[in-house]
């Protein structure tokens, strides 16, 4: 089993809905979680941190639930440009990050 | 300083050449990371340091890899005897950590990754 697993997609969306992304960790001692971005061909880029009360970042929101090892992202109002791969980012207590296989959205027009 | 350099961009190997990765942090971050990304998969780890250590490797990293920071600064990445499994994006990463950072809540910053093609 994956440390931090995801549906791979692809997620294909209309301009202007909402699309929702999960993806589970194995690891319970897990501290930090991460959303990152990563367009075709390009790095990883950190695209929002995940706290444990849920944060949101404009028309991004991301939630995580502890005990079911669960993070979620949100994207409201889908714009051409959100399409990406999305990165799910876990850190337990050693000191790198493990990422998820990640999920593709193309939003179309 | 703008960012996390990585040289070169692209890189084509014939299988059993050597190949040697650089990689220039952020000039402050004391942390350095090589992960690497094959398509359809997310990064997955190598090594990293802290200054000049080396404080992890993962098993992923064989023999015929090395990796050094030998003055705390830029890192290099080399692989021996390069096989057509080797064929990925190279990513280096850097990040700036205080002691046991046990609350982290920063992630770290990529370079643009070095595409290796071994033919």
């Known amino acids: 089993r994956k440390e931090v697993e995801q549906d791979p997609g692809p997620f294909n969306v209309p301009e202007g809905a909402t699309v929702a992304f999960n993806c589970t960790y194995s690891n319970s001692a897990s501290q930090s979680f991460f959303w990152y971005r990563q367009d075709c061909r390009k790095e990883p880029k950190l695209l929002m941190s995940?706290?444990?009360s849920g944060n949101e970042d404009g028309r991004f929101t991301a939630q995580l639930n502890r005990a079911s090892q669960y993070i979620s992202l949100l994207i409201r109002d889908s714009k051409l440009s959100d399409s990406a791969t999305y990165l799910c980012v876990v850190k337990a207590a050693g000191n790198m990050l493990t990422f998820g296989g990640g999920t593709r959205l193309m939003v179309k027009p | 300083d703008t960012g996390v350099s990585q040289d070169p961009r692209h890189k084509i190997t014939k299988r059993g050449q050597n190949v040697t990765f650089r990689c220039d942090p952020i000039s402050e971050h004391n942390r350095l990371y090589w992960y690497r990304q094959t398509l359809g998969q997310g990064p997955e780890f190598l090594t990293y340091?802290?200054?000049?250590?080396?404080?992890?490797k993962s098993r992923l990293l064989s023999d015929r890899f090395s990796a050094e920071r030998p003055k705390g600064s830029f890192s290099t990445l080399e692989i021996q005897r390069t096989e057509q499994g080797d064929s990925a994006m190279y990513l280096c990463a850097s990040s700036y950590t205080r002691g046991s950072e046990p609350q982290t809540t920063m992630g770290y910053t990529f370079g643009s990754g070095t595409r290796l093609t071994v033919v």
């Open positions: 995940v706290y444990s």
């Open positions: 340091f802290q200054n000049e250590a080396q404080l992890e």
